[in-house]
């Protein structure tokens, strides 16, 4: 039986996922890592013996059944489960693309649906612990030149609070974690100016912090960032067209 807190975190082989991994294992959890680079994943395990690897492809389903049954059989309890897989694609956002659309909500979307889809019962049993939902700000609104990415962060969002209703009742918390820009391999495609930008690191550090506290739904940071872009989103559609065309003619 492992005394350790136990954490699962997919999208651990790099950036957000990966920085995530070893804060919690610093502070004292024993994580199991998935992605699909397995060296990658060895590589974290090399440096923290407290992560270990349980590679996966997010978008097989039978796959994430038999990961979290394997980190069960390994670890007995999880208390956290984070789901932090994502894909972007800008260069195939400029235009539309019907292939790319559907590879990015397979991933993002449906990755992290199968991901749930094998957690389910066992919170549902469990009746205690925590699901917890990387989306973005970029699910607040549509985004020019972003509407596959948007339109997967935004379901990943509504999804998450209707996932919050369903397991308050059976003590369980959800959580979405909605991060401004992060310097990371996703973000280092973009070939514009991203206001805000943080380390991993800060990310790791504000997830952590909101997954630990015992109550609060959303962890979005940076805060002067996430907060402006709230106030985008309740603004009326004319209004929000018109401030977002000339941020972007600025820009270009
Ligand atoms: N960076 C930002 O500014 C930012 C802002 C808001 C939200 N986010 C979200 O934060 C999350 C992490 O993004 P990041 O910036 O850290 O990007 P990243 O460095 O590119 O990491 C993405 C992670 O997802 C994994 N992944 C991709 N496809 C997968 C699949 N089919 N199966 C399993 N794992 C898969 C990758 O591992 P493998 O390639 O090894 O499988 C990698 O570990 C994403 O959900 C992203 O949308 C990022």
Sequence with gaps: MEDKKVIWITGASSGI???LSIKFANEGWTVAASARRENLLKELNQENESIHPFP???????QCKKVFKDI???FKNVEISIFCTGIHD??????????????????????TINSIDAIYKYYDEKKSGQISIVS???GYRGLPAAGAYCASKSALTSFAESLHF??????VRV???SPGFIKTPMTDQNDFPMPMIKSPEFAADQIYK?????????IHFPKAFTYFLKFLRILPNNIYFKFVEKGMKKIN
Excluded: H
């Design 17 to 19: 996922g990966k920085a």
């Design 90 to 111: 800008p260069k195939s956002e400029k235009e539309f693309n019907l292939e790319k659309i559907k590879k990015i909500m397979e991933v993002n979307y449906f990755g």
């Design 56 to 62: 996966l492809d997010v978008t097989n389903v039978d």
């Design 175 to 177: 959580t979405l974690v």
């Design 166 to 171: 369903e397991m308050k009742r059976k003590n």
């Design 136 to 138: 973005s700000v970029a």
């Design 72 to 74: 069960i059989e390994k």
């Design 210 to 218: 909101g997954l630990i506290k015992k109550s609060g739904f959303e």
